[in-house]
């Protein structure tokens, strides 16, 4: 993925300038590495303020973070500019799953009888089927016309691997919750500097729950 780094004051630091990278890498794998991105860092008196384009061959979104510090404001950015991208990609397969319109097949209409001793008989199932006219005139029938709906869609489940709810580096339990913070992940499996393995995830209520793997 493309990426363009601007500063509008002072200068972007290593630390700050990798976790813009990781996280417009998130990025990259929901809509593709030939999107491009451009950061904006900029600052007025004591709030700081990221701005981020992400550009496509057919879609364009910006995000915008604020805060105090400019890794919370970067933390706000890429967390909104990731939202839009999986409501652009989550659009997009919902088109490519939606039903296709079966046409209905109708019988074409019952033509005249050519002479009148040619008087269709109702059956005793269907008494209806066959009016005759007590005047003389030619019979007219009538035929019900059926049609039959469409199937109904069937949703298959959509499953995504992903690699990232592993950590490759051992971390305390506090880097842990700020790692799953940063990187707006709900689940973390790492292990701390001893070995120990954890599982730490986030429930329904939003609270951070750290599960001891024996």
Known sequence: MDMEFTSRQGKIS????QKTEQGM?????????TVRGSIVFDAERHLHRVEI???GRAHQFAAEGKATEPEAALRLAISHAEAQARRYRDRKIEK????ITEKVVSAPPLGRPKSRSAIPVATAAEPSAATISTNGSKPRAAIAIHSFPAPAAVVEPHVVTNGEAFALTPMTIEEAVKDAEFRDR????FHDPA??????????????ELVEVP
């Open 14 to 17: 290593k630390a700050l300038r």
């Open 25 to 33: 890498e998130r990025i990259a794998r929901i809509l593709g590495r």
């Open 53 to 55: 384009t992400v550009k």
């Open 96 to 99: 490519k799953r939606l039903p």
């Open 186 to 189: 709900d689940l973390l499996i």
């Open 195 to 208: 070995g120990q393995m954890y599982v730490l995830h986030r429930r329904r209520d939003g609270q951070m």
